[in-house]
């Protein structure tokens, strides 16, 4: 843009580099730091940078008109596989556990109530009605036939049901909740970072809770703390979208740490970038005829694809593009061992404690005395 501007109006180009200081600052005495402050300073013209229409710069800086609309999200860790040992648990829900125990703990209280008020095996007996097994003795009362009964029909569903939902989670892989907006990262509570504020500058006049909660879940830090940070999966990474479907990321994402991250679906929000312009300049008007020309002529979306090609690594970009789309999600595999290594630790946990259970009853029993 800056180019063809010189080329109009016949005006020489001399870069200043703010990479320390990136956007920028505006202090409260006038001067600033980074692109923004450069400008406001008068050590240069013209700041182009990925800058929207931030209310607090407005104030000290004239805005060109928007060159095009870009917007913010977020590159978030991929789900994992869920745990084997927790498969067993997976068919229902913690609702329907729920509803299982309290089924459990009320055809005890009424199996109590139908024997005379005795507890006698009767919790055992209702763990086995629950799971179809079948009982040593009939009882001959009417009442203790009812409830048991009704109890062998709640366990035939319940069994059903729990067989279907298990040959379903040890068939088809499952995955943990993918993070896909902003309600997920705040209801996971997981930071998401960036190398500068600039990020939430768009956010910060925002009275909406869930809006703040995300900022205070922003923090800022270095590139080399990024780029560690980015083999771990506990922080999301703030990245640009640009309108010719490319991404503008920082150097600190390899390839290597892309493989384990997702793309969010929902952007933090979208803005329209600006050039800034010292107040009153005289290059304001001509720089926003040159702007409405480009728009028009359409090589604002040319030059996005020629910068990609030029500067961006193409592998990264394909990286992000194709992250929702992997093959390693929703296969169906046969049965192996890891798939159902969670019912033996289950089952070792059994042993162990029944075990346990029976070698501190011996013990209890031989320290009691034998009294006639």
Not at 149 to 169: E, H, K, N, R
Request: proline share 3%.
């Amino acid at each position: 843009i800056v180019e063809e501007l010189c080329r109009w109006i016949n005006c020489t180009i001399e870069i200043v580099d703010e990479y320390k200081h990136q956007w920028g600052e505006v202090f409260e005495n006038g001067t600033g730091n980074g692109v923004i402050g450069s400008v406001v300073d008068d050590r240069a013209d013209i700041g182009i940078s990925g800058i929207y229409s931030w209310y607090e710069e407005f104030i000290y800086a004239d805005f060109s008109t928007p060159s095009i609309r870009s917007s913010v999200t977020c590159l978030a860790p991929s789900p994992r596989m869920l745990a084997s040992w927790a498969m067993p648990l997976r068919p229902f829900n913690w609702s329907m556990w729920c509803a299982v125990l309290v089924t459990f703990l009320f055809a005890s209280l009424a199996l109590i109530m139908t024997e005379g008020c005795s507890s006698d095996r009767v919790f055992l007996t209702v763990v086995g009605l629950m799971i179809s097994q079948s009982q040593k003795n009939a009882e001959k009362s009417w009442r203790v036939r009812s409830v048991t009964g009704w109890l062998l029909v709640a366990g035939l569903v319940l069994v059903s049901a729990y067989g279907g939902g298990l040959a379903s989670t040890f068939t088809v892989p499952k995955y943990e909740s993918s993070i896909d907006t902003m309600q997920d990262l705040v209801d996971r509570n997981m930071e998401w970072a960036a190398t500068h504020d600039a990020w939430v500058f768009s956010l910060t006049l925002s009275d909406e809770p869930m809006i703040k909660q995300v900022i205070n879940l922003y923090h800022t830090y270095s590139e080399d703390d990024l780029k560690r940070k980015s083999f771990g999966r506990k922080t999301a990474f703030g990245i640009e979208k640009l309108p010719g479907g490319h991404y503008a990321i920082g150097d600190y994402l390899t390839l290597e740490a892309l493989g384990d991250m997702t793309v969010m679906v929902e952007d933090f929000y979208y803005g329209e970038v600006i050039a800034v312009l010292r107040k009153s300049s005289v290059y304001t008007e001509k720089l926003n005829v040159l702007i409405g020309r480009l728009q028009q002529s359409g090589l604002m979306l040319a030059w996005e694809t020629q910068v990609a090609l030029k500067y961006l690594n193409l592998k990264v970009q394909q990286e992000v593009k194709m992250s929702r789309l992997r093959k390693n999600v929703g296969f169906v595999k046969p049965l192996d061992t890891q798939t159902v290594l969670g019912i033996f630790i289950l089952y070792a946990i059994g042993v162990v404690l029944s075990t346990s259970i029976f070698i501190i009853e011996r013990l209890m029993k031989n320290k009691i005395p034998n009294v006639e």
